[in-house]
């Protein structure tokens, strides 16, 4: 599925939870507001059925006693007025909605006023006498009782109604807690998937670009997923693919005029040594000078020539190192004394006893003479220092070599190399900014040769600032495990090796 359609499912889901739980609020709040009516005519019926109603029992009482002793057509008119107005309110009652208690006393009392209004009809007659009040006060006594009764009815169904309302009121409460924590849940599940899907398919993006940078242009990432990132993946395949063709042609082209360019410039060496030889004819003092400058120069060309051509095999692979036991502490001495100059010794820190490491031997000797030429460039006189030393298992180790190792660290007091630098060192044809100006010409592949050749043992090699300033050159090479042996440690001795 594509991101794009599970960014869109993912907010359709919500948005559905959320109408759903809006229409349920809202209904919610609807049966609220009926409820809230209904609480009120039942409250008026609870009025007008106790305290309203109760007066006027008591009023009519009172006026009809008022007029059988004293015969005032005034009590009578209020009478029948009472009367006539209790009647209307218990029309009302019955036509309200009740509950079944209310409708039971609304009916008994509406039993009991009818015999009253018939049994009281006869106080309108001319000689109405009091023995005509007593049957009249026992069912106004019965009346006054059933209207008690029906208030006590109307608050208890306020009271039903109110619990209802109150449990509708919680249900909804847990409902909107339960669709809140579902729609949590499901925002944090779709949120993950989603961000998951995203954040896997920019880290093999990010990864692969980081070995395209690399120069690995064989990188190929997966393309069997159905979203974007596949269509992405697939063309960068594509390009990484080309890439790859382009480098490879540039690698075939560099090696090729590399070795047909080595041919004629060995003709010029040997032609120019034939002559400083004197075998045309004696030179000059400036003819010599002219052609000792010159074979400098062709051995320089030459030199590059052959760091070209050993890149191009190193990166192609056909180079396959040959194993076998060297004796590290002798081979850093020699490298040390075929640098080291009159007025710019080199200086060695080694273990008192001899180490050993399974590697190829041309191999580390290349890598320690060009770590050692570079230094030499940039440094004063006198300022280069090789130390070496074993790495026990046990020891810690950021760099990813296996372990046991030998630690081998190149030092110069030169320029340095920038922060922003000390990965690009070592890319081909890269000189850095410090040394671009002080240093002698070059073709800026000794240390691209330098990595190639600790890779292909697999160790390590990083560059890193010299306390002091400078720059210390750190390489590790791992040494075989069959071949361990005990070896002592902590000693060093620091000697300076005798120019060649």
């Not at 080199?346 to 191999?363: F, G, H, K, N, T």
């Not at 390489?475 to 440690?489: C, F, H, K, N, Y």
Request: aromatic letters at 4%; hydrophobic letters at 40%; glycine letters at 8%.
């Amino acid at each position: 599925m594509k991101v794009a359609t599970r960014l869109a499912a993912a907010s359709a889901l919500h948005i559905a939870v959320l109408a759903v739980l809006l229409i349920h609020h809202v209904l919610t709040i609807r049966d609220t507001v009926s409820t809230g009516y209904e609480l009120t005519g039942i409250s008026s019926r609870a009025f007008h059925t106790s305290s309203d109603q109760a007066a006027r029992i008591s009023q009519l009482e009172e006026n009809a006693a008022k007029y059988v002793v004293t015969r005032d057509p005034g009590y009578l008119s209020k009478y029948e007025e009472l009367a006539a107005a209790f009647t209307d309110v218990l029309a009302a009652l019955k036509q309200q909605p009740l509950s079944e208690q209310e409708r039971i006393e609304v009916d008994a009392l509406d039993r009991h006023w009818t015999a009253f209004v018939a049994q009281s009809s006869a106080i309108g007659s001319n000689a109405p006498t009091a023995e005509l009040l007593l049957p009249m006060q026992a069912r106004l006594d019965t009346i006054r009782e059933h209207t008690r009764r029906l208030g006590t009815a109307s608050q208890e169904a306020m009271l039903t109604q109110l619990t209802r309302n109150t449990a509708a009121a919680r249900r909804a409460e847990r409902l909107s807690w339960v669709a809140g924590g579902l729609v949590l849940i499901v925002s944090v599940l779709v949120s993950t998937m989603i961000i998951r899907s995203i954040t896997e398919g920019l880290g093999r993006l990010a990864a692969g670009t980081r070995e395209v940078a690399r120069g690995r242009f064989g990188h190929r990432l997966e393309d069997t997923r159905d979203d974007e990132f596949a269509q992405v993946a697939r063309d960068f395949n594509t390009m990484t693919m080309r890439l790859g063709e382009l480098d490879r042609m540039k690698r075939d082209f560099v090696s090729k005029v590399s070795h047909d360019l080595k041919t004629p410039l060995a003709s010029m060496q040997e032609t120019i040594v034939a002559l400083l030889d004197e075998v045309p004819g004696p030179l000059l003092p400036r003819q010599r000078r002219l052609l000792e400058l010159n074979r400098q120069s062709g051995e320089r060309l030459y030199g590059m020539l052959a760091k070209l051509l050993d890149l191009s095999r190193l990166e192609a692979g056909v180079i396959e190192p040959r194993l076998e036991r060297v004796a590290l502490n002798e081979l850093i001495d020699d490298v040390a004394e075929f640098h080291s100059r009159p007025d710019a010794p080199i200086a060695v820190e080694a273990p008192l006893s001899e180490m050993m490491l399974v590697c190829d031997r041309d191999r580390v000797e290349q890598l320690l003479h060009n770590l050692v030429e570079n230094a030499v460039k940039y440094a004063t006189p006198g300022g280069v220092t090789i130390r070496s030393a074993y790495v026990e298992p046990g020891a810690r180790n950021n760099d990813g070599c296996r372990l046991p190792a030998v630690h081998i660290i190149v030092e110069d007091d030169g320029p340095g190399v920038m922060d922003g630098e000390k990965d690009r060192v070592f890319e081909r044809f890269f000189q850095g900014a410090a040394g671009r100006g002080c240093a002698p010409g070059g073709v800026g592949l000794g240390l691209t040769i330098c990595r190639e050749i600790v890779t292909v043992h697999g160790g390590a090699i990083r560059v890193e600032d010299r306390p002091g300033g400078g720059s210390a050159f750190h390489v590790l090479l791992p040494d075989s495990p069959i071949e361990m042996t005990a070896r002592e440690g902590a000693i060093t001795l620091t000697r300076e090796v005798a120019p060649a």
